[in-house]
Antibody, heavy 120, light 106 residues
Framework: QLQLVESGPGLVKPSQTLSLTCTVS??????????WTWLRQPAGKGLEWIGR???????NYSPSLKSRVIMSVDTSTDQFSLNLTSVTAADTAVYYCARQMTFVTTFDNWGQGTLVTVSS | SYELTQPLSVSVALGQATNLTCAGDNFGSKSVHWFQQKPGQAPVLIIYRDSNRPSGIPERFSGSTSGNTATLTISSAQVADEAVYYCQVWDSGTYVFGAGTEVTVL
């Protein structure tokens, strides 16, 4: 059974870089043709897509975050990562990693989410 | 940027049917997907490609599209269906979500 688990600091200072890792188990990132994605959700608000990456390292980012986002993938450890630079309080949210379905533009498996607070 | 419009909240009596709507432009050229999110939990995909249910999703959930409106139907609402429901599409290289509809079962 596919599982995704987010990990990383729960508190980041303003202007610093938010770094999260998603560890995949029950499937191999390198074994399929899926995109692996990051999304976020501020408290009490809706869902926002951040970006996606495939096994080859090809990425697409949300236009609103593109200048601050870098994603990477490590198929040997079945992990992919998110770096969000120059964070502000507006970046405080629950961050989710998820798998995009094969050939379908939506997400069939999600991590449990991790809360990241931006505060000094 | 592309927008999806959902009603803020819907109430439904236990065992009754309810329709949740999601409005957007040019739905005919897009696939609409639906998620259920309960408090403190990650979203769960309940409908993909307008009307398809992933395995394990109860049959009381169904989806359809007509014109510029997509509809999620809960045929016999249960207490367990209390949640926020989001619609989602892919548009111009991005994933777009509606703001969500909160469903209360009375």
């Amino acid at each position: 059974q596919l599982q995704l688990v987010e990990s990383g600091p729960g508190l980041v200072k303003p202007s610093q870089t938010l770094s999260l890792t998603c560890t995949v188990s029950g499937a191999s990132i390198g074994g399929g043709n899926n995109f692996w994605t990051w999304l976020r959700q501020p408290a009490g608000k809706g869902l926002e897509w951040i970006g996606r990456i495939n096994k080859s390292g090809s990425t697409n980012y949300s236009p609103s975050l593109k200048s601050r986002v870098i994603m990477s993938v490590d198929t040997s450890t079945d992990q992919f990562s998110l770096n969000l630079t120059s964070v502000t309080a507006a970046d405080t949210a629950v961050y989710y990693c998820a798998r995009q379905m094969t050939f379908v533009t939506t997400f069939d498996n999600w991590g449990q989410g991790t809360l990241v607070t931006v505060s000094s | 940027s592309y927008e999806l419009t959902q009603p803020l909240s819907v109430s439904v009596a236990l065992g009754q049917a309810t329709n949740l709507t999601c409005a957007g432009d040019n739905f005919g050229s897009k696939s609409v997907h639906w998620f259920q999110q309960k408090p403190g939990q990650a979203p769960v995909l309940i409908i993909y490609r307008d009307s398809n249910r992933p395995s394990g999703i109860p049959e009381r959930f169904s989806g359809s599209t007509s014109g510029n409106t997509a509809t999620l139907t809960i045929s016999s609402a249960q207490v367990a269906d209390e949640a926020v429901y989001y619609c989602q599409v892919w548009d111009s290289g991005t994933y777009v979500f509606g703001a969500g509809t909160e469903v209360t079962v009375l």
